[in-house]
């Protein structure tokens, strides 16, 4: 006649460290709220992911210290041994591990009119651990309407769900989230804005070992969000025109170099350093270097041209879709 849906006491421990807490020399303890489980004191506790492992000497609360502490309850515990740990780290029971790694697969929600682009870097957020990462791949696109799958899409635009492949650029700990919410769930950030742009579900670990395929042009393109392109700046006032393009560029978060005489050779070999640069997908801004090589030009002969200038050419780069 009764149901009990009290929580489950014996899930598997789960306490990613949220603060580094050392008031004193003699103490130092790592707060946080437990996600999943309960621990006890004398449990044996291992960090991911470093995987060193201590025991619980304490735990700590505002209104005391506690022999167990379960699910929801935000604690305090100390260790017996001086190991390292930091924010973000994670602390588990030795005898129920996650996965720790770098590369898995997630469910992701699009939640951004621009559309989630393959290779392009972006922020995670996965409970406080902050890193950036990529999408490398998205397998398949779910219909929300029909479940019917369209393998290997390009894109995920608007409120679309696809089942991607992420590499972060360290490892984590980490839960499939059919088996832990709290530990299997991330949020995607875009770096420039700071806008959270998707929500995600891990899966599971990637399948096989990553690809070694070399850097593609439009790989370095997309995770620097930008189209590489050799700019020209001409006329007498070519080199404060260079430093007010780079100025433009970089406050819309481009990346950009001034290729001139003062810091390249002759123009032969400026040439060949500013396609070597677009080759890497950046924006190369040249000095008096003409127009022969260039993607778009500029010119400014007296500095009251220079704003003007400016403006021109970050109207003609939106135009044509380089911005």
């Known amino acids: 006649e009764n149901i009990d849906i009290s929580p489950v006491a014996n899930e598997d421990f789960r306490f990613p460290v949220q603060l580094v807490s050392r008031p004193n020399s003699d103490f130092r303890g790592f707060q946080g709220t437990i996600a999943s ?4 004191i004398g449990d044996a506790v291992r960090v991911l992911p470093s995987g060193t492992v201590s025991t619980v000497k304490e735990i700590v609360t505002f209104d005391g210290n506690l022999s167990e502490a379960y699910i929801d309850q935000a604690v305090t515990l100390t260790l017996e041994d001086e190991i390292d740990v930091s924010r973000g780290d994670m602390l588990v029971k030795v005898s129920d591990e996650p996965n720790v790694g770098n590369r898995f697969n997630a469910n992701i929600v699009w939640m951004t009119d621009a559309p989630l682009e ?7 957020k996965l409970g406080p ?5 990529t999408v490398k791949k998205v397998h398949y696109q779910t219909d929300v309407n029909t479940l019917e799958q369209q393998a290997n899409p390009s894109q995920l635009q608007l409120n679309e769900i696809g089942l991607c492949e992420l590499t972060l650029n360290q490892p984590v700990a980490f839960d499939a ?3 832990n919410h709290a530990t299997g ?4 950030i875009d770096r420039l804005t700071n806008v959270t742009v998707g929500a995600g579900m891990i899966a599971g670990l990637a399948d096989g070992v990553e690809s070694l395929d070399p850097v593609t042009v439009d790989e370095r393109a997309r995770r620097l969000a930008q189209k590489p392109a050799i700019i020209a700046c001409n006329g007498k006032q070519a080199p404060q025109l260079a430093l007010a393009v780079e100025r433009a560029l970089f406050d819309q978060g481009k990346t950009t170099v001034v290729v001139s005489e003062e810091n390249t050779g002759d123009a032969d070999e400026r040439r060949r350093v500013a396609q070597l640069l677009t080759a890497h997908g950046l924006i190369a801004v040249t000095v008096n270097l003409g127009s022969d090589i260039a993607n778009v030009s500029v010119a400014a002969e007296t500095e009251a041209d220079i704003p003007g200038a400016v403006s021109a050419l970050l109207q003609e780069l939106a135009r044509s879709k380089r911005l």
Do not use: K
Not at 118 to 124: A, N, S, V
């Open 177 to 179: 989230y059919p088996r």
């Open 37 to 40: 489980g309960s621990v006890a």
């Open 185 to 188: 769930s991330f949020i995607v």
């Open 129 to 133: 651990t902050f890193t950036s990462g």
């Open 118 to 124: 393959t290779g392009r870097l972006y922020d995670i």
